[in-house]
């Protein structure tokens, strides 16, 4: 197997990979449920988006949707005026790998298909966005993915090496557009995975592991291994094994050193006894 090479820089894209939107959420206790699903779906509100990350302003959204489609113009003002509703916090276990990539000294950038109106409400629903060195929004720049411009736009910008340069997003044809642009592209598809692929690259930062139910970062530690207990009581607590040999831990040893450690705690203070 050919050798990657290292990866240096990450670049998340937000909607959905950083942050949850739901378009429904400006609409709540706000519209009735049959005006809202003819909203988004009968008149495919999301197809009319695209315009908008593409640099349309909601004016004239507005201005065109008066035209067409004149019985929806009280629903996009509820959703443009209530829009910070749709951002409905960040997305379980990124802001955790966006801590630990900035902790492993790894460029974070962002490059994202979202409003240049609305951008501004990302980052509150998600401050793991304020972490980001930058962010490439398509409104802005009035291109969307997966235009090829984009990526290149954002490679030049950054003076980034494609190579290693990992890119994450949650869309297919957004990350074939990346991959043929250089980029190492990786489909997002949950924390874990993600978490799993780069640690898989190579990257500095420490693995997920679950067992019976409980759950530890991973830590490279001397000839052995570091384990912090994230769902434990004290998400700082937790215990080493090590190698006599330094040859690496295998899984099963590593299991049982997980469900030994956890019979020993005290279930009353969630310490060692």
Avoid at 92 to 102: H, K, N, R, S, Y
Avoid at 108 to 131: K, V
Avoid at 191 to 212: C, Y
């Amino acid at each position: 197997m050919t050798d990657r090479p290292v990866i240096d820089t990450v670049v998340f894209d937000l909607g959905d990979v950083l942050v949850r939107w739901d378009p429904r959420g400006p609409f709540v206790a706000r519209l009735a449920q049959e005006a809202v699903d003819a909203f988004l779906h009968e008149f495919d509100f999301r197809t009319f988006n695209l315009q908008q990350d593409a640099g349309r302003s909601w004016a004239d959204a507005r201005l065109e949707l008066e035209q067409v489609a004149p019985e929806h113009v009280p629903a996009m003002d509820l959703f443009v005026q209530h829009f910070a509703d749709s951002l409905v916090g960040p997305v379980p276990g990124t802001a955790e790998i966006v801590e630990d990539l900035a902790a492993a000294g790894v460029r974070l950038l962002g490059l994202s298909n979202w409003s240049a109106e609305t951008f501004h409400l990302a980052e509150p629903a998600a401050p793991a966005i304020g972490l980001l060195e930058g962010v490439v929004v398509s409104g802005h720049e009035k291109l969307s993915k997966p235009d090829p411009r984009i990526y290149a736009l954002l490679v030049e910008r950054y003076g980034l090496d494609p190579a290693r340069t990992l890119f994450t997003d949650d869309s297919p044809p957004n990350i074939a557009a990346a991959a043929a642009a250089g980029l190492d592209a990786v489909h997002f598809t949950s924390a874990d995975d993600l978490r799993e692929r780069l640690v898989a690259r190579g990257v500095a930062i420490p693995r997920h592991v679950t067992v019976d139910g409980e759950r530890f970062a991973v830590r490279p530690h001397g000839s052995g291994l570091a384990l912090t207990w994230l769902s434990g009581p004290d998400p700082t607590y937790g215990f080493a094994i090590g190698s006599n040999d330094g040859s690496p831990i295998p899984e099963d040893v590593l299991a049982a050193s997980i469900r030994s450690f956890l019979a020993d705690i005290d279930p009353a203070t969630g310490y060692l006894e």
